[in-house]
């Protein structure tokens, strides 16, 4: 694949823990971005502690991620959502939509058993460049 790029800003997380992944990925007119949880760059603890305020950092950092690459959200294709308890579900939609514009992109949201640091939301994203 000769036309994958790694896409890295300041402006948002380092990946987890030194962990082996990029923030994203472009390639094929898409950009392909790591899940993000609620850290500010260069934060070690997460920001916020309602579903609220830590969805509004997750798409802080798409968002950064995202203009890195020449993209934006108002690309967004496709989103996976990850939450520690469904029933965050409103709280989390509420910022999402928000951010989304008119034309929100596909979405996927899953309840899972645990996120890293004790996050309540995690989201990743496909997006056109």
């Known amino acids: 694949m000769s036309d994958k790029t790694v896409v890295r800003t300041e402006a948002a997380p380092a990946p987890f823990q030194g962990a082996p992944y990029s923030q994203a990925i ?9 899940g993000q949880l609620a850290l500010k760059p260069g934060a070690k603890e997460l920001s916020g502690g309602s579903i609220e305020e830590q969805t509004e950092q997750v798409i802080a950092n798409l968002r950064a991620i995202l203009e890195a690459a020449g993209s934006g959200l108002d690309k967004l294709v ?4 990850f939450l520690q ?11 999402y939509a928000k951010h989304v514009g008119d034309v929100p992109p596909a979405r996927s949201t899953v309840e899972v058993a645990k996120l890293p640091s004790g996050a309540l939301v995690e989201i990743e994203a496909i997006a056109a460049v």
């Open 26 to 34: 472009r390639s094929g007119g898409f950009v392909f971005v790591s």
């Open 85 to 95: 308890n469904l029933d965050d579900f409103q709280g989390m939609n509420s910022v």
């Open 78 to 81: 496709k989103t996976t959502v």
